[in-house]
């Protein structure tokens, strides 16, 4: 487990888990940052394209590393919950993974729940889903800075 600023991240054998609290933010403001793409860039660094919608196109473009993360909305409640699926275009033999968001009021502000994975117990699964992690404990805090007044 660890902590980086206001968020936790936590690994079990199949998911990697993070947890933020963001103080003075609604919950459908801190979920809105997923899906609209001026936010996106701001805190993800992508050019995103969405459709909030089940079957709904998730893509978010890096041109910073030319590289694309393409799929679909899975699940989507205003305010609640997202669940998207992902892969990298250049990497198609690689799995799809799933983010799971949630969000909920906590206090002043909003706790946002995130789920990421399922990962096999195999090496390169592994070495994703600490990849992942990684990712998440950089991005997270700066989702936070963001969006906290």
Do not use: C, N
């Amino acid at each position: 487990m660890s902590d980086i600023g206001s968020v936790t991240l936590t690994r079990d054998d199949s998911t990697v888990h993070a947890t933020a609290y963001l103080a003075g933010v609604p919950p459908a403001d801190t979920l809105a940052a997923f899906l609209d793409p001026a936010s996106v860039s701001a805190w993800w660094g992508g050019e995103l394209t969405v459709e909030a919608t089940p079957h709904g196109r998730y893509v978010v473009t890096f041109p910073q590393l030319g590289q694309t993360m393409r799929g679909q909305v899975l699940e989507y409640r205003p305010g609640e919950l997202l669940v998207f699926s992902w892969s990298w275009d250049h990497e198609p033999d690689l799995s799809t993974r799933r983010v799971e968001v949630r969000v909920a009021p906590s206090g002043d502000g909003t706790r946002l729940d995130l789920v990421h994975g399922s990962y096999a117990d195999t090496e390169p699964d592994k070495a994703d889903a600490s990849g992942h992690a990684e990712g998440w404990a950089y991005f997270l805090p700066r989702l936070v800075e963001h969006l906290t007044p």
